[in-house]
């Protein structure tokens, strides 16, 4: 089947993305685990900084990598496909563009949560607020794209299953 051009909907682009989250968990989990190790950090509060930009780096790689092959996992899974604005696969640059620009799913709440030493349910509660009200920023788009693929200038596709080839 081949892709069509129009976005996914809301809720299996959501699906996606936090089926996304948890594959990415486990990456960043080996990666912090290799760190630690290579690194021989003891405590936890070690190296923050350094692992930190280390995971950054890793993530960035992760979604650079797959945003020019034009699917990870998790959007094969939900058929969902990442091209730029007029269909064509993306270029590593504009791949790279798109996870910077992606942090404006995570930079503003942490930036409300930051100066303030909230619990964990109300850190909770704001992020995952921000969360949906963002996504819900998407019904504003005219073509239902989230914004940081318009500013991008990508876009996320319905994608179909490829049709296994017959064996003759």
């Known amino acids: 089947m081949m892709s069509d051009l129009t976005a996914p909907g809301l809720l299996r682009r959501m699906a996606c993305w936090l089926y996304e989250g948890m594959l990415l968990f486990a990456v960043l989990f080996i990666s912090g685990y290799l760190f630690s190790t290579l690194s021989q950090t003891r405590h936890a509060l070690d190296n923050r900084h350094g692992l930190q930009a280390?995971?950054?780096?890793?993530?960035?790689?992760y979604f650079t990598?797959?945003?020019?092959?034009?699917?990870?996992?998790?959007?094969?899974?939900w058929h969902i496909?990442?091209?730029?604005?007029?269909?064509?696969a993306l270029t590593q640059k504009r791949a790279l563009?798109?996870?910077?620009?992606?942090?404006?799913?995570?930079?503003?709440?942490l930036a409300i949560v930051g100066p303030y030493e909230l619990s964990g349910g109300e850190t909770a509660l704001v992020f995952l607020g921000w969360v949906a009200a963002w996504a819900m920023l998407s019904r504003f788009h005219p073509l239902r794209q989230?914004?940081?693929d318009a500013l991008a200038g990508t876009r996320l596709i319905n994608?179909?299953?490829?049709?296994?080839?017959?064996?003759?």
């Open 81 to 88: 496909r990442v091209v730029d604005a007029s269909g064509q």
């Open 97 to 109: 563009l798109r996870y910077v620009l992606s942090w404006i799913w995570f930079i503003p709440p």
């Open 54 to 61: 280390f995971l950054f780096l890793v993530a960035g790689i």
């Open 146 to 148: 989230f914004w940081h």
């Open 159 to 168: 994608a179909g299953p490829i049709a296994a080839k017959k064996s003759t």
């Open 65 to 77: 990598w797959f945003g020019h092959k034009g699917q990870t996992l998790a959007m094969k899974t």
